[in-house]
């Protein structure tokens, strides 16, 4: 029922910047947990940040400092910037939307942008 889709990806040299965007709809946005993901070819699905429903981040230790997660309640919709690009920041950027409840574990993903960071 839910539906998450990524925007924003593309193409940018080291030590530039995108942003990334992810539109939620069929949920109650307000209440879920909020990820972004990334996978690299050869490697595991890693979380890159996350953000809860009363606006608490987390980020892992190599993006902190570059990377900002936000959302906007309003328009349903999480947001990555990410300043300071390098080549290992380069991978598939997935969008997450969890929310566990006593009767039910939801768990939404969207289909994923690239992120190429190369000169």
């Known amino acids: 029922q839910g539906q998450l889709v990524e925007s924003g990806g593309g193409l940018v040299q080291p030590g530039g910047s995108l942003r990334l965007s992810c539109l939620a709809s069929g949920m109650n946005f307000n209440r879920y947990t909020m990820n972004w993901y990334r996978q690299a070819p050869g490697k595991e699905r890693e979380l890159v940040a996350g953000i809860s429903s009363d606006g608490r981040t987390n980020y892992k230790d190599s993006v902190k400092g570059r990377f900002t997660i936000s959302r906007d309640n309003v328009k349903n919709t999480v947001a990555l910037q990410m300043n300071s690009l390098k080549p290992e920041d380069a991978a598939v950027y997935f969008c997450?939307?969890?929310?566990?409840?006593?009767?039910?574990?939801?768990?939404?993903w969207g289909q994923g942008t690239q992120v190429t960071v190369s000169s």
């Open positions: 997450n939307a969890v929310l566990n409840t006593f009767l039910k574990k939801y768990d939404y």
